[in-house]
């Protein structure tokens, strides 16, 4: 498969977001703007009006060498995998999650003075990712084996024996698990959904209500009894054995 084609199989946000990414740095690479220039910087998005800085800070990572690699593959590897899986035919409810934990992450970002915020919300989707995904086992390094579930908390302890600051890392863990909280386990627990997608949002992807209808997929079997802590798909019963 060429780069061309590679690139156009990827879904609308990820592909989106991934461009936005790459123009970005490399054009900071290329000194065609400076990263002083889009920093998160609170004093000057609300005093001077810089109100880019919102966004801009979410589409840099670094210079581009290895690390601009490594940022590139996780972003792609699981934004990808939660438009194609858990938000199939859901590109708004994805965006929607994507401005929920970058709002998130704005709102602490003063408080712990980081100013590029892209790496924590590519975190908060490994988080969410591995929530959504608790029977997905994982290998790290060929050392050892753990689920899905435990990745984010690899890749922190990861962080701390490079001796990299776990802030950005900490960050994205609580924007994914707030919004793992609100939209996976708080529905089941009350019968409300607190971040149901906005009007606003869909209305960005028209034609998307229609489309999942149509595709209208079967649902897979999953297993009779979640592993502790996780909360099974709606409408799966967990059933248990009766004695003949």
């Not at 690479?29 to 004093?43: D, G, H, Q, S």
């Not at 210079?63 to 990808?80: E, R």
């Not at 994805?94 to 992450?105: H, R, S």
């Not at 793992?180 to 960005?204: N, S």
Request: net charge positive; charged share 15%; aromatic share 16%.
């Amino acid at each position: 498969m060429s780069v061309e084609d590679w690139y156009k199989q990827l879904p609308i946000v990820t592909r989106t977001y991934v461009t936005l990414a790459f123009l970005t740095t490399a054009g900071c690479a290329l000194e065609v703007v400076t990263p002083f220039n889009i920093y998160f910087n609170a004093r000057l998005i609300f005093q001077k009006g810089e109100v880019w800085r919102l966004l801009t800070n979410f589409f840099f990572f670094g210079s581009l060498g290895l690390d601009f690699v490594f940022h590139m593959f996780f972003l792609v590897k699981y934004s990808k995998a939660l438009e194609e899986g858990s938000f199939r035919g859901r590109s708004a409810d994805f965006m929607w999650m994507l401005l929920f934990g970058g709002t998130l992450l704005t709102i602490i970002a003063p408080f712990v003075n980081i100013q590029f915020l892209g790496s924590s919300l590519t975190f908060m989707m490994v988080y969410v990712w591995g929530r959504r995904h608790p029977y997905v086992n994982l290998s790290f390094l060929g050392i050892f084996n753990f689920t899905a579930p435990y990745l984010p908390w690899v890749l922190l302890a990861f962080s701390f024996v490079l001796r990299s600051s776990p802030v950005v890392d900490l960050m994205g863990m609580v924007a994914g698990h707030a919004y793992y909280f609100l939209e996976d386990v708080y529905p089941r627990m009350t019968g409300r959904r607190p971040l149901k997608t906005p009007g606003i949002v869909k209305a960005i992807f028209p034609g998307e209500e229609i489309a999942v209808h149509a595709a209208a997929p079967q649902q897979q079997p999953q297993p009779a009894f979640p592993a502790p802590g996780v909360v099974p798909p709606p409408g799966q019963q967990q059933d248990h054995p009766h004695q003949q």
